[in-house]
């Protein structure tokens, strides 16, 4: 069977499969980085990162402590959807609002990690502990004595 442009039944046919086949190997990879930024949650916030090119992407994950610095850090960064996260090492324990991109990033790696900071910067004022009474999804015992002003 010889497929032309007119034949547009085969048309409807081949334009579902390949939307299906999108589907199949893009959910793997959604799953892996929800689950990367479930389990960075456990140190506390996560400010996450997204940088689009031309052929390729990048996002960085940076979980923060309350006291402003990076516990870890990891960028997915790729053409495919078989990239995965890999770590970055180099973070961890620096100021997350005062630590300059690595010159050694490339430049989607560097907007992303950029893009994170300023998650940071809006979502977190200064001073303000991003966990104040809250561990693991529940109050704390002492900010949940049902004072005026707490929930």
Known sequence: M???VRDWKAWLLILPLVWLLQFLFAYPQALHVHR????MRAYGAVAVGRRKGWLG??????AVDPNGR???GRVLEGRTVFARFRPLPELAGRPALETPPQPTWSRLVREAFGAAQEQLRTALPAGVDPLAGWKGGERREEESSGEPGSS
């Open 70 to 72: 990076i516990v870890e």
């Open 36 to 39: 990367e930024w479930a389990r």
């Open 57 to 62: 992407g990048a996002i960085v994950l940076l």
């Open 2 to 4: 010889e497929l032309e």
